[in-house]
C-alpha cells in the first residue's frame, strides 16, 4: 500500500468512503460533523427529578363533571361544621380576643 | 427524613429553578446545535458563521446545559449527589441501609 502514489491511494479513499457511506474528507477541514454526531440530552436530562405528586383537588378541577370526593378535605369540613354546631367556631372578623382587647383599649 | 416512598419533591426554591433550566435546554438544545455546527464548520462564510455565532449568544443564559446543576433528587442538595442514584451521600446513605436501594450492600470485611 505504501508504495502507491499518493493521487492513487487518495482515489482509493474516496472509492472507500462512497462504498461505507463516509464523509470523503482528504484536506482533513473541520465540518462540524462532531456535532452532529453528539446524542441530543434533552429528554434525559428533563426526568431529573421524580414528577410532581398530583393533588386529588387537582384532577377535580380538570373534570368538573365528575363528583370526585376528597375524604380529607370532606373530614375537615364535617370537623368545623361540627364544632361550629357547639360554638366553638372560629370568630367573625373583628370579633376574636385581640380584636376586643384592643377595642376596649380604644375607649 | 424521608425514607417513606413517595412521589413527590419537597420543591425548594433551587430545585424549581433547575427544573426550569432543564426545560428550557431541552427546548432550545436542537437549534442551538445546528447554530453550533454552523459556527464549527470551517467551509461556510465566515459572515454566515459569525451571524450563527451572535445568533446562540442571543438565547436565554439559561438555555445553555452548563447551568444544569444535578441536585438531589430527595432533599435539593448541590454538592455530594450520586449521578446514579440521584441522591446525596446521607440520602444515599439512609435509603440503602433500609434496603430502599436495589443492589446496594453495606460492605463488611
Known sequence: MALLPKPRLLKLQE????????????TSARTGNKILKQR?????????????MIKLKEISNMFPDFDLVDQGEQR??????RRKRRGKGAPKKGQGKRAIV???KKK | MSLKPHFGVLRK????????????????ELVRQAYRYIIRNETLSPRLRRQAQLNLNSFDIHSRPTSIRNRCSET?????????????RFQ?????LSGLLPGVKKAVW
Open chain 2, 13 to 28: 426554591a433551587a430545585v424549581r429553578r433547575d427544573i426550569k433550566i432543564r426545560e428550557k435546554v431541552a427546548e432550545s
Open chain 1, 40 to 52: 441530543l440530552i434533552g429528554p434525559s436530562i428533563v426526568n431529573w427529578y421524580p414528577a410532581k
Open chain 1, 76 to 81: 375537615r369540613l364535617d370537623d368545623i361544621a
Open chain 1, 102 to 104: 384592643a377595642a376596649s
Open chain 2, 76 to 88: 435539593g442538595r448541590a454538592r455530594g449527589v450520586f449521578r446514579e442514584h440521584r441522591l446525596c
Open chain 2, 92 to 96: 444515599f446513605r439512609l435509603k440503602a
Open chain 1, 15 to 26: 472509492l472507500t468512503c462512497s462504498l461505507f457511506n463516509t464523509v470523503y474528507n482528504p
